[in-house]
């Protein structure tokens, strides 16, 4: 059973034996390419993305939506009743499949008795501190902080650090809330200047 995790990059450094047993007590929600949820959809449960991309979006004042973080295979969407984030406003915000996905959520019970063991409460600690606290910080910072290259460089850069199959122009322009025209033009420019940052073909 425990298998069914063993590339995982959250569940991988855990014991076979907690892998099994996260794997007997978890179900897997599938969701297509380009639907939207609702971050409240995994309110109270502790859930992974075991397959796909899944990209958090909010709202600004005058409604318009922009990109605020990425998750690729092994990212933790939910700590569920863990950690108490549920009160916090970002709590509402929208997540976009931007490929076919796969969510495992599993059972908050047995996940409770799991957090107090040492070995998985650093796993998912440690998957915090990565995907929620420092990807998301240079996310921000790249793409909201900087000029189209920086943006689009680094939305290149993680898709092939993440495996993440190529994507469109108009999905890369999303994740960097950039124009279409402006991410062609610039991946053009990355190609010449950078070309090890796209996939072998």
Same mark, same amino acid.
């Given at each position: 059973?425990?298998?069914? /995790? *063993?590339?995982?990059? @959250? /569940?991988?450094?855990?014991?076979?034996?907690?892998?099994?047993?996260?794997?007997?007590?978890?179900? @897997?929600?599938?969701?297509?390419?380009?639907?939207? +949820?609702?971050?409240?959809?995994?309110?109270?449960?502790?859930? &992974?993305?075991?397959?796909?991309?899944?990209? @958090?979006?909010?709202?600004?004042?005058?409604? #318009?939506?922009?990109?605020?973080?990425?998750?690729?295979?092994?990212?933790?969407?939910?700590?569920?009743?863990?950690?108490?984030?549920?009160?916090?406003?970002?709590?509402?915000?929208?997540?976009?499949? /931007?490929?076919?996905?796969?969510?495992?959520?599993?059972?908050?019970?047995? &996940?409770?008795?799991?957090? *107090?063991?040492?070995? @998985?409460?650093?796993?998912?600690?440690?998957?915090?501190? #990565?995907?929620?606290?420092?990807? *998301?910080?240079?996310?921000?910072?790249?793409?909201?902080?900087?000029?189209?290259?920086?943006?689009?460089?680094?939305?290149?850069?993680?898709?092939? *650090?993440? #495996?993440?199959?190529? +994507?469109?122009?108009?999905?890369?322009?999303?994740?960097?809330?950039?124009?279409?025209?402006?991410?062609?033009?610039? +991946?053009?420019?990355?190609?010449?200047?950078?070309?090890?940052?796209?996939?072998?073909?």
């Amino acid at each position: 059973m425990a298998n069914e /995790f *063993k590339d995982n990059p @959250f /569940f991988a450094p855990l014991p076979v034996s907690m892998r099994d047993r996260l794997c007997a007590n978890c179900r @897997f929600y599938r969701y297509a390419k380009g639907q939207r +949820l609702n971050y409240r959809y995994w309110e109270q449960q502790v859930a &992974v993305l075991e397959e796909g991309l899944l990209v @958090f979006t909010d709202t600004d004042e005058n409604g #318009q939506m922009t990109t605020s973080g990425l998750s690729a295979r092994g990212g933790l969407i939910s700590p569920g009743p863990l950690i108490d984030i549920w009160g916090m406003p970002t709590a509402d915000r929208d997540v976009l499949c /931007f490929l076919d996905c796969t969510v495992a959520v599993f059972d908050t019970a047995v &996940v409770q008795t799991l957090s *107090k063991e040492l070995v @998985f409460i650093r796993a998912l600690y440690d998957n915090i501190l #990565q995907h929620c606290v420092a990807e *998301k910080q240079e996310f921000l910072r790249c793409v909201g902080g900087h000029d189209s290259y920086t943006a689009v460089r680094y939305i290149l850069d993680w898709c092939r *650090k993440n #495996q993440i199959p190529p +994507l469109t122009h108009e999905q890369m322009a999303a994740m960097c809330n950039r124009s279409r025209p402006t991410v062609t033009q610039t +991946l053009h420019t990355i190609l010449m200047r950078e070309p090890e940052l796209y996939p072998a073909s």
